[in-house]
């Protein structure tokens, strides 16, 4: 069984900056990709970012060049910088960890960008 623990969520101002942690723990043999979803009010959950075992990277069009997403293997933590924050990037982000077969997600953490 994979757990998996966000953290890192808040109120922010329009224009701020946030870093997401997710680690994964448990009984890992390996992980093929981690990421980040996001659900906003009203909304279905959509991928917002995600990177391979490999490195490869995929962002939703919404957050290219303003999100970054990265990992640390060695830790199997993975980290997204969100920067320059707007109203419709608010919503509880769900971090994923794939392994070969399945996935696991977390509970989720609270992103407010509000003034």
């Known amino acids: 069984q994979v757990h998996v623990m966000e953290s890192g969520g808040g109120l922010v101002q329009p224009g701020g900056s946030l870093i997401l942690s997710c680690a994964a723990s448990?009984?890992?043999?390996?992980?093929?990709?981690m990421g980040w979803h996001r659900q906003a009010p009203g909304k279905e959950r959509d991928l917002v970012a995600r990177?391979?075992?490999?490195?490869?990277?995929k962002y939703a069009e919404s957050v290219k060049g303003r999100f970054t997403i990265a990992r640390d293997s060695a830790e199997n933590t993975v980290y997204l910088q969100m920067n320059s924050l707007n109203p419709e990037d608010t919503g509880v982000y769900y971090c994923?960890?794939?392994?070969?077969?399945?996935?696991?997600w977390g509970q989720g953490t609270q992103v407010t960008v509000s003034s």
């Open positions: 994923y960890v794939q392994t070969p077969g399945f996935v696991s």
């Open positions: 448990g009984s890992i043999l390996s992980i093929n990709a």
């Open positions: 990177i391979t075992s490999g490195g490869d990277t």
